[in-house]
């Protein structure tokens, strides 16, 4: 795919979505980051009914630590795996309570210390708390680079590589959230919906329909 391609992809994007974001609800950087580490393998509109309840008790490093390992079980105990992902919270609230004074950190080497937190999580926190122009490639942004030819690749860090040469600079720090968008409702796995697709005449697919 050219680089003329490419910008007329995100520009008919961004038309579409002027200001896009995270599904997940947040108030701050330390309930996104919460709320991503308990995303992983579950649905946002999962998680977001967790941490409705959840984020009232408990908004801070402190209190999060103060509401102890098994009241955030019984919090999250709709979520997938949320007896590994309740241990990595308390232990990640210990860390920045400890070492980061209860603030979420900036970079990724000190987000990617962090239990329960990789390399995705962290380029979300980065993108979305703090406005950090990265791309982290989840199983939808995979898909959808691959599948339209934006940016193919054998596995995440590659395609995140090439995401990152590919796209326009003017668009990079928002693409997360529109290609994530565009394959969670649109371009999906088992059957994309190419007929209400905005890039489709750009999309490179063969087995695209119309």
Not at 14 to 34: C, D, M, Q, R, V
Request: aromatic share 6%; with cysteine.
């Amino acid at each position: 795919m050219n680089r003329e391609t490419r910008q007329k992809i995100f520009e008919r994007l961004k038309a579409a979505n002027p200001h896009p974001t995270t599904e997940l609800e947040h108030g701050s950087p330390f309930e996104l980051l919460i709320a991503v580490i308990l995303s992983a393998q579950a649905t946002d509109k999962g998680v977001n009914l967790a941490t409705r309840s959840l984020f009232k008790t408990a908004d801070t490093p402190e209190k999060m630590l103060a509401l102890g390992l098994e009241k955030l079980r019984e919090h999250v105990s709709t979520i997938g795996l949320y007896q590994t992902k309740s241990k990595h919270i308390i232990e990640t609230c210990r860390i920045l309570v400890e070492r980061h004074h209860g603030q979420v950190p900036k970079t990724r080497e000190e987000l990617e210390a962090l239990p329960g937190v990789g390399r995705k999580t962290a380029n979300v926190i980065l993108n979305t708390a703090f406005g950090v122009p990265v791309i982290a490639v989840d199983t939808h942004i995979f898909r959808v680079s691959n599948r339209t030819g934006i940016a193919p690749g054998k596995n995440v860090l590659e395609v995140e590589t090439k995401l990152m040469k590919a796209v326009p600079e003017e668009f990079r720090h928002d693409a997360h959230h529109w290609l994530i968008l565009h394959g969670r409702y649109v371009c999906k796995a088992k059957k994309p919906d190419c007929p209400a697709c905005l890039i489709r005449e750009y999309c490179e697919y063969k087995g695209k329909s119309v």
